[in-house]
């Protein structure tokens, strides 16, 4: 009877342990495939990633080093490469990113003319105050691509205020008198006259 009693019991245990292995079994594959798809789209999407500072923003392109070329010509970014896949990779996330109005104003694609022409993704910058720099980070196996504004560039209109307010300053103050220029510190031109006359 009490043999009888175990083996009922361990017979229990026993389906009861399977059960169990299958259910965690299961579980670590459902968890293993989620994750890994996610990492899968992580890959795909992040060929390209925008990433804002408070002074630029940032195109980063998880590429190898000879894999693209990077031009500006005025307004205009050029990134071309001879990868179709890659291409439409870049194609793809610049498609899904919304761009930073602030910098960018037009974006457009080209594979016309592949292979003996590169495929080349245009950004237009909004005007030309914008400034570009570009750089490859070995470690990190990427080049980036940091856009800012450069606000010393002052645009047609601005520079002929700037030389009309120049202009009038100089001329008169409002009770009639003329301005005096100002004088450069380091022009010892009067200094030295003076140290003449003394001898």
Do not use: C
Not at 102 to 112: A, G, M, N
Not at 145 to 156: G, L
Not at 174 to 198: C, F, R, Y
Request: no cysteine.
């Amino acid at each position: 009877m009490r043999k009888s009693y175990l083996k009922i019991h361990s017979d229990i245990d026993v389906k009861l342990l399977i059960r169990h292995f299958i259910f965690v079994a299961l579980l670590f594959l459902s968890i293993s495939t989620i994750l890994s798809d996610e990492s899968r789209a992580n890959i795909v999407a992040s060929t390209v990633s925008q990433d804002f500072f408070k002074t630029h923003v940032r195109l980063s392109f998880n590429v190898k080093r000879d894999e693209i070329l990077i031009n500006q010509r005025g307004q205009e970014v050029l990134i071309e490469t001879l990868n179709i896949t890659l291409f439409d990779k870049i194609k793809g996330d610049l498609e899904r990113i919304k761009l930073a109005d602030r910098y960018f104003s037009e974006i457009s694609f080209s594979s016309e003319g592949y292979p003996e022409k590169a495929a080349t993704v245009k950004l237009l910058l909004v005007d030309k105050n914008i400034d570009v720099f570009s750089f490859y980070k070995d470690g990190d196996k990427k080049y980036i691509v940091d856009f800012w504004e450069n606000k010393e560039v002052k645009t047609e209109g601005e520079v002929d205020k700037v030389k009309y307010e120049s202009k009038n300053n100089s001329k008169s103050s409002s009770s009639g008198t003329l301005i005096p220029e100002a004088k450069d510190p380091n022009d010892d031109e009067d200094n030295h006259e003076d140290s003449n006359e003394d001898e």
